[in-house]
């Protein structure tokens, strides 16, 4: 009988306080994450930002307890889905690859070849694609592959996206509709969907999926929810001074608050596990702003974390993708547009000479910025933390 495996990817976080700085440098030395016309810039400067970073940066973890729970919840979560799993008839051993912390995705694919799994399922902890999170995992795990001879017999799959899960979209309706009940006035309350930023240039130049996949899941949450609240998309987390998708989540709430709302339900979409930006940008920095506009009834939806329709719908994931066609990662690792994106040994996100000229100089205006504020303490430069 094959033996048959579940690979889980996430982006990973810092365990402890001392974790932030070299979380901070593998994240920023993924060209996905910064895009550079010039490689040898990438390392330096993810230097650069994670020496400066770190300090603020580890206030943050702090806040939230000395460092991300996502190991944990994701531990969790792959526990939860082995056992629904076997209730589905489906034997599987679950594996956990991070890309920018322990346990790493290097990590998992040596306990894959340990245990001789024949069949792998490949599936994001992303309900949506994007280049700089299922993709750019699925670019390392492409690379792996290529240089691993002995994993070429491995018999893999890849779900690429499912914000489109049936069981995904009602586990959100229904952690929504709990917290709407928690209001005098449910069907007044205004649900504000906040999903993590990506830079416009990732969907107009590299053709990335990301906010039309985003747009597309909020529409078919709130048609799952079925109900006549109005609500908002807004994206946060937003790095450096190049534009990203609008509109921003802080402006979105002080607009709203200027409009006269003061019920509000705050979704994080894009994410299903807690991590520092729904326990510390939202909960913290998000409810100051609307506490500020005027917004004093707040609220915010918990992740999907071992919910147990959510988990279920993950098994279902699994279970279809073992009895469909098979998915390579070379298929979901293509962009609608022919731009380079992982290894960057040539730069060629600009499409035209002007394009280029302006890839330069925004890299340049984003290297001074960084310099600026390592050497004065101020800047432009805003970093939350991704997880």
């Known amino acids: 009988m094959a033996r048959t495996g579940v690979l889980l990817l996430n982006l990973g976080g810092p365990d402890q306080l001392d974790d932030v700085r070299p979380f901070l440098f593998n994240l920023f030395s993924d060209p996905e994450i910064i895009r550079l016309p010039f490689p040898w810039l990438q390392k330096p400067l993810a230097w650069l930002i994670s020496t400066s970073r770190a300090k603020k940066s580890q206030e943050n973890y702090r806040s939230i307890g000395g460092g991300s729970p996502l190991r944990r919840i994701t531990e969790e979560q792959a526990q939860a889905l082995q056992e629904s799993l076997e209730q589905k008839g489906q034997e599987a051993g679950i594996y956990i ?4 912390w322990h346990p790493f995705t290097e990590e998992a694919i040596a306990k894959i070849k340990r ?9 994001p902890l992303y309900p949506q694609f994007s280049i700089s999170t299922s993709g750019s995992s699925f670019r390392l795990l492409e690379k792996i592959w290529q240089e691993d001879p002995y994993l070429r017999p491995v018999n893999y799959t890849v779900i690429r996206s499912w914000y489109e899960q049936p069981g995904y979209l009602q ?3 229904q952690l929504i509709a709990t917290e709407l009940d928690q209001f005098e006035n449910p069907d007044n309350v205004h649900i504000f969907f906040s999903a993590h930023g990506v830079p416009v240039s990732y969907v107009e130049e590299a053709g990335d999926p990301y906010q039309k996949e985003i747009e597309a899941c909020t529409s078919l949450i709130m048609e799952t929810l079925n109900r006549p609240n109005p609500y908002t998309l807004a994206y946060q987390s937003r790095v450096g001074p190049v534009e990203w998708l609008k509109p921003y989540t802080e402006e979105a709430i002080v607009e709203l608050g200027k409009d006269g709302v003061k019920d509000m339900v705050v979704v994080p979409i894009s994410f299903v596990s807690e991590h520092i930006e729904t326990l510390e940008e939202i909960d913290i920095e998000y409810r100051e702003v609307a506490e500020e506009s005027g917004i004093h009834n707040f609220r915010r939806v918990p992740a999907l974390n071992t919910h147990p329709v959510f988990i279920d719908a993950l098994a279902d994931l699994v279970v279809d993708a073992l009895n469909s066609p098979k998915v390579e990662l070379s298929q979901v690792t293509q962009m ?6 992982y290894p960057q040994e040539n730069w060629e996100w600009g499409l035209t000479p002007s394009a280029e000229v302006w ?9 001074i910025a960084l310099v600026i504020e390592l050497l004065t303490g101020h800047g432009p430069l805003h970093f939350v933390g991704l997880l």
Do not use: C, P, T
């Open 336 to 341: 609608k547009k022919k731009v380079k994106m």
């Open 171 to 173: 586990a959100m309706a």
């Open 359 to 367: 890839n330069g100089r925004v890299a340049m205006i984003f290297l």
């Open 97 to 100: 690859g991070m890309r920018y």
């Open 115 to 123: 245990d001789r799994i024949d069949r792998l399922v490949i599936l």
